[in-house]
Structures are given as C-alpha cells and as structure tokens.
C-alpha cells in the first residue's frame, strides 16, 4: 500500500475521531450548503443530481461527511455511449455514481503525483498530478478544484469513472498508472482491440511498470513481432479468478506456450518467480491479475508430450511411443483414439515423413495444422507450430481454436490412416 493510502486512512480515522467527540467543532453548519445544496445550485451539475435523486443518494451527501465528490460535468455524462445512462439499474447507476465520492474531505493540495484510493463503493481509483494537472482514471481531467461544502469538497471532472466491473480488459488497465508500459506496448503491437473484445473471455497477468523497466535492455531489441509475442504469453483464453486456482497447474496463453502457476500460502506465482500483486481486475470480457515481472516465453519451447507414429503400409497409423505427459493411446493399434489434453505442447515424430506427410482436422474433414504447411490455423499464433521437415516432425501447442476443433489425425494422400482425437480439458 503506498503513503497516500495510508494517509487517506489517517485522515479518516481522524474524522472519526472527531465525530465521537463531543468537544469538537467540526460539527456541519446546517446554514451553510452542503454538496447538495453547491451541486444543485450549478447547471453543470443537472444530469448528476437527477442521478442522485433517482438512486436516493441525496440524503447521502446532505450527511455530515466529510466527503470529496469527483462531480462529473453534465458534458461529462454526455460523452457516455447514446444510451448507456438510460439502460443502467438503480443498483448499478448507484454503483457508478459512489464510485466518484471518497469518505473524505481531500483537496487538490493533498494530492501526491500518483496515489490509489479508495471510493466509497468499495474500488479504487487512480489520480496522477502533473504539472498542476490532475487526471482521474488516465482521462478524466479536474477542470474545476476545491469546490468547498459545509460538509466536504467537490472537484468538477471533464469525464464520468466507470468502476472496474462496468470496463474491458484494456479500460481497466488504461485508468491504471502503474500499468502504462503495459499499455504503451499493447498499442505498439495493434493488440488493444484484443483485449478490448467484447465477446472474449481473457485472463490478463499484467506486468507493472517497473517489471518492464527491468528488462529494458532485452525490449530495446525487440522486433514488433517479438514484443507481441511477449504480450500474448501473458494473456489465458478463459476467465480465471484467484479463487479457481489451487495448487499447480500449467495454463496456456495465446502465444502458443505455457506457464506453470503455482499457488502457496495464499501466495500465487508464475513460472517460479512473477509474483501476483494485485488480483481479481474482474471486467467485463475478462480479469486482470497484476504482477511484479514480465514474464519471458522460451525461444523454442520443449514439448510436454512426445508422440512417434509408424505405419502399415498406406493403411493405417500405429502409435510406436509416447513420451512426457497429456497423450494416451493404445501403443501398437492400427488408427488407435489418440487422447491429449488441451493446453500442452507436443510433438509428433512421423516415421513416415515424406510418404507419409501428418496433419490434423476437424469434424468436416478440413485441414487445421499440416506438415506440408496448408493448414487453416498453420500460422495460428497459440498453437505456434514448428515444422522441422530433416527430423521429421510438428510441434504444436493444442490451444484456443485448435483445440476447440480437432478431431483427427490424417495422413495427407492416404484417407485410410485416419485417427480419432479426444481433447481433454486442463483441470484448475
């Protein structure tokens, strides 16, 4: 927790304090306007307080407080997607609107060049002051500061916070100051429209700030391509909380790879030494998790399984061995059910290179990943396929799409040597 979270406890506790003394002279001057009384006075204010008035807020701010109100400019609300105002609940434009008030009286000249703080609908949010200037969430400027109440303070903003829960992967990350290298990296790749998909459903480990200063010398020589690697390495296609991890387990990521997750003592790491830091972003297309190092994919990443096919003839496959983990199938069984798990990395020895070219497709019999390279998803970056034709084998990661279509393993000219795959899910 930084210094400005503490003194924000400090000073509530104070008012606290204050409030159970009978001695004191804090006590609200009922003559004198509260933040109602000053919002309801100013024109700008109208859409905000017909908010307040229709969430029953208003005898919330009229209390003794003391209270700081980030006061959304009618501008402000204007600016929200046509719409949206009007197809929130009561319950989540109440959400929205303590999301912009903190149970406390802090004016501009308390505010540190970066602080997270606590608003009174339990999130947090994230004021930078530079050069006088202070930001809101990355984008919403105090165009109007110190606006004194009998029972608090309001700064007017040029724009309304939305809380966590109403943002995208990117909006939530973007508001976070500590999170910009992350952000500047995601917009150098063109992958911000990924993480802002409103139909995916994403698990971000997000690097701070000072996890991308420390490898600063491997980034400077970094391609596009690379960097974007990089990115997608921390980036699991599904939804994972903190709450559905247990133990250890090894999760894909849209680079193709995996990471190895391991949860102790309340205390979740990656790959052995990025810490979680902050978990449970928790968004509309996904959740972030914060964490303390960038984490680094293995320039060629080793298979977990190992799977070497033979052959009878031009009639069938036979399984001859499998190594490593994740693969089952009945060793010597002409087009033997291979079953794998999704999420690992194998590698398929085919003794038959050349004769016998190996591929993978789907239901439909269409062609996803191929050793003659004419695969639909050959260049999919998840399942990261690597041909290497003087071994005779394709490595490929069985991730996103892939694993959601394959169904068997085909020999390219011979339509009898064809097996069935069963694809297993990861257990968290």
Not at 13 to 39: L, R
Not at 251 to 265: C, F, H, K, M, S
Not at 383 to 407: H, K, Q, R
């Amino acid at each position: 927790m930084n210094n400005i979270k503490y003194f924000f406890i400090i000073l509530i506790f104070a008012f606290f304090a204050k409030a159970c003394d009978s001695s004191s002279s804090s006590v609200v001057d009922p003559t004198e306007p509260n933040i109602v009384d000053i919002a309801s006075s100013d024109d700008n204010f109208s859409i905000l307080v017909d908010a307040l008035v229709q969430t029953n807020l208003v005898s919330t701010l009229e209390g003794s407080g003391p209270f700081t109100v980030f006061a959304p400019l009618n501008s402000a609300f204007e600016n929200l997607p046509e719409g949206l105002l009007a197809s929130l609940t009561d319950e989540q434009l109440s959400e929205i609107l303590l999301y912009h008030v903190l149970a406390a009286e802090v004016g501009s000249a308390a505010l540190q060049p970066t602080q997270t703080v606590e608003t009174a609908s339990g999130e947090e949010i994230f004021i930078t002051v530079q050069g006088g200037n202070v930001l809101v969430n990355g984008s919403a400027a105090v165009v109007d500061a110190d606006i004194l109440a009998s029972n608090g303070v309001i700064h007017a903003i040029g724009n309304v916070l939305i809380p966590d829960s109403f943002g995208s992967i990117a909006d939530n990350a973007q508001k976070r100051y500590f999170l910009t290298a992350l952000v500047e990296a995601l917009v150098a790749t063109d992958l911000v429209g990924a993480v802002a998909d409103p139909d995916a459903e994403l698990t971000v480990f997000a690097p701070t700030n000072e996890a991308f200063d420390a490898i600063s010398d491997v980034a400077a020589g970094l391609t596009t391509e690379e960097l974007a690697s990089i990115l997608l390495y921390h980036v699991v296609d599904m939804r994972v909380l903190s709450t559905d991890l247990q133990g250890e387990q090894t999760v894909p990521t849209l680079n193709g790879q995996t990471i190895d997750i391991v949860v102790e003592n309340g205390v979740v790491t990656i790959n052995g030494s990025a810490t979680v830091t902050s978990a449970d972003v928790n968004g509309t297309n996904g959740v972030i998790h914060v964490i303390d190092e960038v984490l680094l994919p293995d320039a060629e990443q080793q298979a977990d399984g190992v799977i070497t096919l033979g052959h009878v003839g031009a009639s069938a496959w036979v399984i001859e061995e499998i190594n490593g983990e994740g693969a089952s199938a009945e060793i010597g069984e002409e087009n033997a059910t291979l079953t794998l798990q999704a999420g690992l990395r194998y590698e398929i020895v085919n003794l038959g290179t050349g004769n016998h070219p190996f591929q993978l497709r789907d239901g439909n019999g269409d062609v996803l990943i191929a050793e003659l390279g004419n695969g639909s998803l050959q260049d999919y970056e998840p399942a990261n396929v690597v041909i290497d034709e003087s071994a005779g084998t394709i490595s490929f990661t069985l991730s996103g799409n892939l694993a959601d279509l394959v169904a068997t393993y085909n020999c390219a000219p011979h339509p009898s040597m064809e097996g069935s795959i069963v694809v297993n899910q990861p257990v968290l």
